[in-house]
Structure formats: C-alpha cells, structure tokens
C-alpha cells in the first residue's frame, strides 16, 4: 500500500495538472470570443496567411486534436503514466528502523531448522515494506534478560536491506550459551531486544577487485551478508572466493545455499570446505586451512584484493602467519574481538613500532596466571601473557565457548600454544581472570576501571563476572557520579540499579557545569527520563503552590453576604509581601540544591532570613500574626517529601503532578494566599484555622 507521501504526491500532480488545463481552456475560449486565435498571437510581427476553408470532416479531426478534447486526453495520458511509475518506481522503502542508541523490540515470526544444533530465526519488522537499515558488512547486539541478568551477544542477519518486513539470523545454539539457548527457546511472537549498526567494516562494490574470505563456523554469517550484496548487483563485477572451515560435516551451515550461489554465479564466486573429520570420499580440504590451500584457492596478492577473515582469534591468528608468508600485505583489524573477528588484510604505510608493539614483542608472564598445564594463552594489549585452562574459560564464557568448538591451530613445534591476542589491558584482564577463577578483584577500584572491567565481561559473555561488577559499582563505599551510575545501568537494563541511581541523582543541579558532561553522555532515552523527574518534582511543587484550592489566605473579615474583601476584621489590607520574598528564596535554594527523595525540610531552612520574617508578619492595626507558621512548615515539609521520587511516576514527556494527601478532609485551607509570581514553590495545608473573629474563608487569587 502507497504511504500518505505518495499519495499526496500523486493528488498534488493530478490536481494542479488539472487546474492548469482548466486555465487554459478558460483563457482560449475568452480569446476565440473576442476574436482573438492563439495562433495569431504567437505570430505577432510575421506574415499571416489567409484562412483557408477547411472541410467539416477534417475540422472535427482537428478540433479533437487541439481543440478542448486534447487536454483531457493529455490529463489522461498523464495520469495514467504517472499510475505506471508509481506502481513501478513509487512504492520506496520506508524508514530504516534500526537505531544505534535505542534499543528496538522485534517478535520472532518464523523458525526454520538448518541442523540438529543451529536454525534461523526470522524477525519481523514493524511495517511489511520496513527495512533493518544495516549496511553491508557490520552487525546488530542482541540483549536479553536472563536469570535476572543483562546478557548481549552480536550477531550479523543473513539477510539485507532488499529484503523487506523481516531479518534472518543465523545462531548455533550451545548447551551453556547464554543468547543462543535464550533464542532456541523463543516461541512464535515473542519479541527480542536489537540495536545496531555496530561495527567498523563497509562493503562496496569498488572495494576490490577481487576479495578473499576464510570462514570458521559461525563466522560465515557476515561472509554471506557479502556475497549476497556482490551478486545481487548488477554494477558488481567484484569476483569472491571462500574457504570455509569446520569440524565435522553437519557444522557446515548453508551448504545448499552457497553451493547454489556458486553454481549460479560460477564465473563470480567459488567456495571451498575444510574440515578436521571430513567423511568417507570427502573432495575438499582436511584439518586446518594451511598455506597450500589460501595459495590455491583464494586470489594471488595483489594491490587491488583483498583478504576478510572471520573466525576464532587462534584461527586469525594462524591465517595471518599463512598470508605473511605468501606475501600478502600486512593485515589490519577492521572490527574489534566483539565484531566477530573480522579482518581485512590491506596494504599498511610504515611506521615506527610504538609502546604497545615492542611489549607485545617482548612478553612477560601474569604472576598469577602462569601455571605450566594450562592450554590455553592470551596475550594482553601490552603484551602479558595468561596461561588459562581451556575447561574454565569454555564453563565461564559463552564467547569462548564458541570460539574453542571451531577449529584450533595445532600446537607449535615447542608444544606451545600460540598466545590469542586480545584487545585489553593487563590489568583489566587480570581482573576479568581472577573472578572466573574464584580468586580476589585485583587492581584498583576506581570507576573507570570498574566500568572497562564491566565491558571487557560484557564483550566475553561472562555472567559471573557481570555480577560482580553489578555489586561492586552500586556498592555504597564507593564513591561514583549518581549520573555515570544511572548511564551504566540504563545501558545494561539493570532496572533496580537505574532506581536507585535516578533517586540519587534528585539532589543534583543537572545542568550545572560540573554534571553536564556526564549527563550528555548518557542515551538520549535515559537522558530524557532523567531530565523528565527532575523537572516533574519542581512543576509538582510549582502547580501544587498555584492551585487555589489548596491554598488560601487567612482572611480575618467578611463582608454581608459572605463575600471576601481581602482585608482582616480592622479592615486593613493584607500584607503578603514577606510570603512572596520566602518563596522566591525557596526557589533559589531548590534550583541550587534540590531535597533528597523522601526528604524533609532541612535544619537550614529554619535558618533563612524569610523564615524568620514570616513569623514577625502581623497586621499592623490589630496584632495579629498574619500566618501560622506550625501548619505552613508542616505543608511545606509534607509536599518536599511527597514529591515524585522514580522514574515509574513519569510518563514519557508528560510531568506528571503527585495527588496531595488531605484534599477531602477540610474543605476550608490555611495557609498564605497564592501569587501570580511564576515558579514558586506550593504548600499543602491539612488544617483548618480560625482567623481573629472564628472564621475562615476561602482566598481569592
């Protein structure tokens, strides 16, 4: 179905198509009416030729061709071409409906097995003719949670931008997986958290001239994403090649497919499999991908190839070796260990080897991490090594779990593993290490390294170490910025967490200099909820202060008939003067330093100036005191403490006002009279209070 733009398109196009005929016609027929011809004017200053009469048979043909009739057969002809560019060209793409500071819910419309262990899973999007709006060559997060705990995965959808209503993603499930079993327990309609895009790598047609991949496992999911956008496009000359690496047979995913594609696209595209436990007659490689088979089946180096990788880091590592040795240009990392991996080997300028490259040439062994019977080493960013034992870090980490059921390089000639570099640094790793390893959090506990340690466990997929980090950031003997705790916890779902933080943010001038940097790194969602509280406690205690009903001033006379007249019994006027003074310095102090949740008024409220010139105001006739105070300061510390205290009592934009207590229970208010004076701070009165001659009547604003 055509959306409102569209039609309006089209409306606008017919109607003034239309309109113009409609002058024309108007114009001509006053012309011919005065004796005046189109014609004749247009060929002012030429000779005329005499009209010539012209039989009635050939006139009526005329006349249909220019005469009335021509215009309605153009606004046809106009409107029905116009019928056929829309239904050919006009029917565009909606809005793209990622977006990657907001997190986006999309149910799962259909599941469609491709192995025992390993399905895809179709997501439908908002609209039928909505796109994802992820481009070629980068990926999504996926979040749940799970056993009261935030766990996000990326994952790279098999299908593009071409494919309308829906996205496909291609997940192994594994028996301690976090995100994959969460999936493979979804039912039809249940709806999973995206955001995205993420990554750094973009495909385009002028990429190369021809591209190379090596594929592990899963990894073949962002290979795919490639080689459907290559053949697809018929400007796309660029030719590809893959070699696909897995244990056993049934880890092939989308074998039919790409053996299908390179069918199709022989002159383009070419795959070849590797396996470690290939079957009886198996054709394709076996064991690990070694430089024989780069050299054979992936394009000779060149400046215009290009080599992507996908796959465990042991097996990128390997690869680079291999291609260094082929004398392919040195590689770089176009996405980072989250990213899937992916690599793009790529000519490199020369440049001295900075502090980072000569410890990583120079490594030192952890301390704590160096037994001899580990199998498995990482490599820090700063070039520490970490012998782990394979088993913890398979039992602990959803990530390496994948990584270490994909082919490994076999051990070197020393019997050495072959460390695994990781982006991290030493200290945060260490940190990562000692807590899956039961062992004390090492390193220091300030808040950078506590939140780069809560993203390194995030990155891995370690939920133990999560959990730590949940505990240790919103522990009370550290001292951490209320607003950088609200924006941890808004990241990473922890609703409990971005309560508490949000309450702990209320005595805070948002929008002083020194929060604004924090809070302008917050989501713009989170930012608006925050802003939105903040701003919902002053306009309750504004609304609250304005509102007649509430509050009214004690008039000490009446006259006949019950009317007010604003002055006391001595018929003088009231003096509200010293009232208007106390609220503006309560505005002043809620502006600088805003009550804490649940607070009362503090001991430096008694201590204001106005306080003290509200208990002297007294009517200069008669004596009497014109408020009283014991009911107004129990007002005024009744409302501080009822006003909006958690984000719950915000909805979206709309502020709203807390209901005050005590609105049914005496219909007369005392208190002070309301003021025209904008922002001020409201009182709630709950008693009654007889003025000088017993009675009490209602204020007039």
């Known amino acids: 179905m055509p959306n409102r733009y569209q039609v309006a398109f089209v409306a606008s196009f017919a109607g003034t198509l239309l309109l113009l005929v409609a002058i024309t016609e108007f114009v001509k027929r006053k012309l011919h009416a005065a004796g005046y011809y189109v014609s004749d004017l247009i060929l002012i200053g030429l000779d005329k030729k005499p009209r010539e009469h012209v039989d009635p048979a050939a006139e009526d043909m005329f006349d249909l061709v220019n005469g009335p009739y021509a215009q309605i057969i153009a606004l046809a002809l106009a409107l029905v071409t116009s019928a056929v560019v829309f239904v050919k060209f006009g029917r565009g793409k909606r809005k793209p409906v990622l977006d990657p500071q907001v997190w986006k819910e999309f149910p799962l419309k259909e599941k469609i ?92 047609p002028t990429l190369a001239r021809e591209i ?16 459907h956008a290559a053949l697809k496009n018929p400007l796309d000359r660029t030719k590809l090649s893959l070699i696909y690496a897995n244990v056993n047979p049934d880890d092939i995913l989308l074998k039919k497919e790409l053996d299908e594609l390179a069918s199709k696209h022989s002159h383009r595209f070419r795959v070849y499999y590797v396996l470690n436990n290939p079957p009886p007659n198996w054709n394709g490689g076996v064991g690990f991908v070694t430089k024989e088979h780069i050299e054979t089946h992936l394009p000779p180096t060149d400046k215009d190839i290009k080599i992507l990788m996908c796959g465990p880091p042991p097996m990128i590592t390997a690869m680079k070796k291999h291609l260094a040795e ?44 160096s037994s001899p019977n580990a199998d498995i080493v990482l490599r820090s960013k700063d070039g520490t090594l970490f012998r782990v034992p394979s088993e913890t870090l398979s039992r602990t980490s959803a990530w390496f779990r994948s990584m270490l059921s994909l082919p490994q390089e ?20 260490a940190a990562l290490l000692s807590m899956i390893s039961g062992i004390d959090l090492p390193g220091p506990d300030d808040a950078d390294f506590l939140e780069s340690v809560l993203a390194t466990a995030e990155k891995y997929e370690v939920p133990i170490a999560i959990s730590a980090m949940r505990t240790a950031l919103f522990s009370p003997f550290l001292e951490i910025s209320p607003i950088r705790l609200y924006g941890i916890a808004t990241r990473m779902s922890w609703p409990r967490e971005i ?43 504004v609304a609250g202060l304005d509102d007649p009903t509430l509050f009214n001033a004690i008039l000490r006379g009446v006259q006949d008939g019950g009317v007010d007249d604003g002055v006391d019994m001595c018929h003088n006027p009231l003096d509200h003067s ?87 229970q005496a219909p007369m208010r005392a208190g002070v009279a309301v003021t025209s004076v904008p922002m001020y701070y409201s009182l709630r009165a709950t008693n009654q209070y007889a003025g000088c001659a017993g009675q009490v009547r209602r204020a007039s604003t």
């Open 113 to 204: 097995t491709v192995s025992h262990n390993t399905a895809i899973y179709r997501f439908a999007l908002p609209h039928p003719d909505d796109v994802l709006g992820l481009p070629t060559g980068q990926h999504i997060s996926v979040s749940a949670e799970i056993n009261g705990k935030t766990v996000m995965r990326s994952y790279t959808p098999t299908t593009s931008n071409d494919d309308l209503g829906h996205f496909d993603l291609l997940v192994k499930t594994y028996e301690q997986g976090n995100i994959s079993k969460y999936l493979s327990l979804l039912k039809i309609g249940d709806k999973v958290r995206i955001k995205g895009p993420k990554g750094q790598f973009h495909y385009s």
């Open 212 to 227: 190379g991949m090596i594929a592990g496992g899963t990894g073949i999911t962002p290979m795919l994403q490639i080689i």
């Open 326 to 369: 082929l004398n392919y240009p040195a590689p770089r990392s176009v996405s980072k260990l989250e990213d899937q991996a992916m690599s793009e080997q790529k000519e490199s300028s020369k440049h001295a080897p900075d502090a980072t490259d000569k410890a990583a040439a120079d490594p030192k062994l952890h301390p704590t991490f």
């Open 410 to 429: 076999a051990p070197s000639a020393k019997g050495e593993a072959e460390p695994i570099p990781m982006d991290e640094a030493a200290d945060v790793l």
């Open 499 to 541: 309560a508490h933080a949000a309450r702990r943010t209320l005595t805070l001038d948002l929008l002083s200099p020194e929060c604004m940097p924090e809070l302008v790194r917050l989501e713009p969602k989170a930012q608006r909820q925050l802003l939105s509280l903040h701003r919902a406690r002053r306009d309750a205690f």
């Open 578 to 664: 010293t009232w208007w003074a106390l609220k503006y310095a309560l505005l002043k102090q809620f502006e600088k330093a805003p009550p804490a949740a649940g607070e009362e008024l503090r001991p430096a409220f008694y201590r204001m100036p106005e306080v003290g010139a509200m208990y002297g105001a007294r009517c200069g006739k008669c004596g009497q005191a014109n408020y009283l105070m014991d009911v107004l300061l129990d007002n005024l510390s009744g409302l501080v403490r009822d006003l909006p205290q958690t984000l719950s009592e915000v909805r979206g934009d709309s502020l709203r006002v807390p209901e005050l207590a005590g609105a049914d």
